[in-house]
């Protein structure tokens, strides 16, 4: 059973950097080809957005718009924590934020959507004042 558990979420001035951590556990991508971890961010009354993905087998990585030259995804050698490096951070990245997961690659044309993933974490709160 694939177990996907988020931390380090927490209030932080604009300017401020926050990492985020997801223990994952039970999980593994198609053999040879490597399956797509992702963090989304939820801010009510919106849909979650795919912010960043990685191929866990290439290493391969995507980014929102929204948070290129920011953020900052990768895996820990063991592949068994997800971390997310969040820098120059603005009230607007205010959310919920999620990792997901799904046995197969990271596709470009869809990598960002939430019917991709089958497995979810449940979340941690970040906050960013002005």
């Known amino acids: 059973e694939v177990q996907l558990v988020e931390s380090g979420g927490g209030s932080v001035q604009a300017g401020g950097s926050l990492r985020l951590s997801c223990a994952v556990s039970g999980y593994s991508g198609v053999p040879g080809y490597g399956g797509c971890l992702v963090w989304f961010r939820q801010v009510p009354g919106l849909e979650r957005e795919g912010i960043a993905a990685m191929n866990n087998g290439s290493g391969v990585t995507y980014y929102a718009d929204s948070v290129k030259g920011r953020f900052t995804i990768a895996q820990d050698n063991g592949k068994h924590r997800l971390y997310l490096q969040m820098d120059a951070l603005k009230p607007e990245d205010t959310g919920m934020y999620y990792c997901?997961?799904?046995?197969?690659?990271?596709?470009?044309?869809?990598?960002?959507?939430?019917?991709?993933?089958?497995?979810w974490g449940p979340g941690t709160q970040v906050t960013v004042s002005s």
């Open positions: 997901a997961a799904v046995i197969y690659g990271c596709y470009p044309s869809h990598w960002w959507k939430e019917y991709f993933y089958n497995n």
